[in-house]
């Protein structure tokens, strides 16, 4: 299959999954009145995203003195109105791609997603003009191309996987296998998909900062957070042994933002212990 | 036996001054109890240090904290073994330096030593790399460094080697008692001298010379004058590309200056020399 050819059926969803309808309306409702009774009218009708936001809910990091949570609605309370969205998306997108392949390993590719997502929302506290939602939902979709790829070639991904560990950047070795990348692939299907422009545009660009003319803010981001993933088990051996953040680009435009990065930088690595934990709670299958 | 305030307090400083090393309350306690079981009294301790320098390196050995295991923090090994590989390609005119601060029971010397042996073996097939690697260990504990020369091991200190490891880097010598093998031996020199003494370190490291340098669990027993001082030492010490492994969860951003830029690592955060 040639790169044209690949790129036309995603964005004809051949073989990809859509998303399903109460992303769309909470979408909307973002957009409109975000009031609790309206997210649990939308949320409540689907059993499956009720039963996970409960346990969500009910992990330490939302809910820290430990009280049961049992009611929805407290449940949407408690992870907040405006965290809702991204959870109930990473709730829906974890379960949208039966992938059979066997060298696929679904947790890791979901607890990277997560950790990714919740580095990047914990960092857009500090970016003017990135919302925190936003930057969590980019985090956690920024890898989705790669489910593409193994929705359309299965157990072939290996090959890259293989180019992988002799050092070969992950992007660099679909180009050479596929023709084509993950970024380019993924932000394909989150177009169609209807997600954000700027969403679209930084995941793009999460491994090639400097080919965009001019990286937005949020590119920074996410391209930095899949870098500090690096700090956790949840972390893809992408060849590289260390990256000197002070020689990254993307480090550079966000670190004018932060008065302590270096400081900051550590307060992260200890807080991604919560992300973990979060992640092993809710994102696994159970 | 008590030791006055007065006592106390010149000990400390005769301490401090020698090692950087801050002595508490609790310390008190174990020089009281050491002092009687060597049937010195306190009031004249001030001049038997004088006299007998011997004494002060006991002394020294009771106020250390000498707790250490092998592959202690141990992604760090991972990437360091990554490292290792990457300078072997690069460096061939000189050997690569490594240096273990407060290297103690000689845990962590051995388990760069081994990692060593490990990355060349991963590219040349043969753990025979004497002349290829130079690991220099240091501490300021007698006790600790004479142990570490035994380096003799068994129970805690080995609970995170696997049979592999036991088998390739280790003789048995009795049913809980492994040996280091002679060709990871060979890699370290021990010696006593104190971090902080920027005299010593130039002598036995010298300026620029050192690829990597260990220095965790060390500088937590120390001030903030201490810690200076040995930031420094470790600083001249290291090259221009070197890196700087530290505990997880230690820093040094108070004190790094500009010296240092963080590089985000799968066993965490490390230190790159900026130059
Ligand atoms: C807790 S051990 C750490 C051993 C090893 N680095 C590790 O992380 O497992 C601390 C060691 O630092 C040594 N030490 C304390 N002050 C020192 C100094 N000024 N110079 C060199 N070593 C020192 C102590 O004697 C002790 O053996
Ligand atoms: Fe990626
Ligand atoms: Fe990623």
Redesign the pocket.
């Known amino acids: 299959m040639n790169r044209e050819k690949l790129l036309e059926d995603v964005k004809k969803l051949n073989k990809l999954p859509a998303l399903p309808e109460v992303v769309y309306k909470i979408m909307l409702l973002k957009e409109e009145d975000c009031s609790l009774s309206a997210l649990e009218g939308v949320i409540s009708k689907d059993p499956v995203i009720t039963a996970k936001l409960l346990k969500i809910a009910n992990t330490v990091y939302f809910n820290p003195y430990g009280q049961s949570v049992t009611g929805l609605k407290r449940a949407i309370e408690l992870i907040g109105v405006r965290n809702i969205f991204s959870v109930v998306l990473s709730i829906v997108v974890t379960n949208l791609f039966p992938i059979e392949a066997k060298t696929f390993y679904r947790e890791l590719f979901w607890k990277h997603s997560f950790l990714c997502a919740f580095i990047s929302k914990r960092l857009s506290r500090f970016v003017k003009g990135v919302s925190d939602d936003t930057a969590f939902t980019t985090g956690l979709l920024h890898d989705i191309g790669k489910l593409v790829f193994y929705s359309y070639f299965g157990d072939s991904y290996e090959k890259v996987v293989e180019l992988t560990q002799k050092g070969i950047p992950s992007y660099l070795a679909e180009m050479r296998v596929f023709g084509v990348s993950h970024d380019e692939v993924g932000s394909v299907l989150l177009e169609v998909w209807g997600l954000p422009a700027e969403v679209v545009e930084a995941v793009r660009f999460h491994h090639t900062l400097t080919d965009s003319r001019n990286f937005s803010e949020l590119t920074a981001l996410v391209h930095v957070s899949n870098i500090l993933t690096m700090l956790s088990s949840f972390s893809y051996n992408s060849g590289v042994l260390f990256v000197v953040l002070n020689d990254d680009p993307g480090w550079l435009r966000l670190k004018d933002y932060i008065t302590d990065s270096d400081y900051e930088i550590h307060k992260i690595f200890d807080d991604v212990v919560y992300a973990i934990d979060i992640a092993e709670i809710a994102w696994s299958r159970e | 036996m008590t030791i006055s305030d007065r006592v106390f307090d010149k000990i400390r400083k005769i301490i401090y001054e020698k ?3 801050v002595i508490g309350i609790r310390d008190r306690d174990k020089l009281a109890r050491f002092l009687s079981s060597r049937d010195i009294r306190p009031k004249s301790l001030e001049e038997e240090i004088e006299y007998d320098r011997k004494l002060l390196y006991d002394i ?1 050995d009771v106020v ?6 092998f592959f ?2 141990e992604s760090q090994f991972e990437v360091l073994e990554g490292i290792l590989k990457d300078l072997l390609k690069r460096v061939t005119e000189r050997k690569i330096r490594i240096w ?6 000689g ?2 010397p051995y388990s760069i030593a081994i990692t060593a042996c490990r990355a060349h073996f991963g590219l040349y097939g043969s753990y025979d790399c004497e002349s290829r690697f130079e690991i220099i260990a ?4 007698r006790e ?1 460094l004479n142990k570490a020369k035994e380096a003799v091991y068994g129970g805690y200190s080995i609970r995170n080697l696997s049979r592999e490891v036991l088998e390739t880097f280790f003789q048995q010598e009795a049913p809980e008692s492994y040996r280091v093998k002679d060709f990871v031996r060979r890699l370290v020199t021990f010696y006593l ?5 920027d005299y010593d370190v130039k002598r036995y490291i010298g300026f620029n010379s050192c690829d990597c340098v ?5 500088m ?3 001030d903030d004058n ?1 810690r200076r001082k ?1 930031l420094d030492n470790i600083y001249d010490a290291l090259r221009s590309d070197g890196f700087l492994f530290l ?1 997880p969860t230690e820093t040094i951003r108070d004190i790094s200056g500009d010296r240092f830029a963080i590089a985000i690592t799968m066993g965490g955060i490390i230190y790159v020399v900026k130059r």
């Open positions: 090692t950087g090393l020294i250390t904290v000498n707790e250490t295991f202690r923090h273990s601060v407060g290297c103690s029971t845990e962590e240091n501490d300021i504990s600790a001298f104190s971090v902080t003494s260990f220095c965790r669990n060390v937590i027993y120390f201490s040995a505990a």
